[in-house]
């Protein structure tokens, strides 16, 4: 019932949350996930036309685990292994061009995503360069700092890896010069850190 009755109402959201809750608190690990993965259509289908209708924006945060006020020093998640990067690559592929989508990956790689953050570069990189309206979109409070700490995090981890590989640099050029579009000092003084 709760696939057929789908929609873009706030209950959904908060449905969402409470399953986080939940397994945080079961640690049924298997069960979650076959039940996430129930709603990964259903959510591609709600983010097709963005996140500016009804309550998508809080459903998405809410999918993507950033509805949740995690503990400031949580940096995993028991029900977050290494295999589930490829849902969060997933979903960045599929609903990256919603702003609340950036903002709760971006949010996650900061707390309980933050084992991802070499691929979560490349997840927010792929999502800048795929959507090139992010410049003059409205983004969610707290997209440009989250986004600031995570390249400040990575470049800081990598700065040799990233000077060896052209391929790493320029993905994380591609969001620094996004970051100065909006004005940020810290892209600017990453970027030039690394050029």
């Known amino acids: 019932p709760f696939i057929d009755k789908f929609n873009g109402a706030e209950a959904i959201a ?3 949350s409470e399953f986080v809750s939940a397994e945080d608190r079961s640690n049924a690990y298997d069960n979650f996930w076959e039940f996430w993965h129930l709603f990964k259509g259903k959510m591609i289908e709600l983010c097709q036309k963005g ?12 999918y993507l685990f950033a509805q949740i006020p995690w503990k400031e020093t949580a940096k995993e998640w028991h029900t977050l292994k290494e295999w589930d990067k490829r849902f969060i690559k ?6 990256g061009h ?3 989508a950036l903002y709760a990956i971006s949010k996650l790689l900061n707390d309980i995503g933050s084992t991802f953050i070499n691929d979560g ?11 090139q309206d992010y410049v003059n979109k409205k983004l ?30 320029n993905k994380l050029i591609i969001i620094l010069n996004f970051l100065i579009e909006k004005g ?12």
């Open 90 to 95: 997933k979903m960045s592929e599929q609903i």
């Open 51 to 62: 996140d500016g209708y009804w309550y998508v924006d809080k459903i998405i945060r809410s």
């Open 98 to 100: 919603c702003p609340s």
């Open 121 to 131: 570069v490349v997840w927010i990189s792929n999502i800048l360069e795929n959507n």
């Open 140 to 169: 969610e409070t707290n997209t440009i700092y989250y986004i600031e700490n995570l390249c400040r995090k990575f470049t800081y981890k990598n700065r040799e890896e990233i000077k060896r590989t052209k391929a790493l640099k």
């Open 14 to 16: 908060d449905l969402f």
């Open 184 to 195: 940020s000092v810290v892209g600017y003084m990453l970027r030039e850190s690394i050029v």
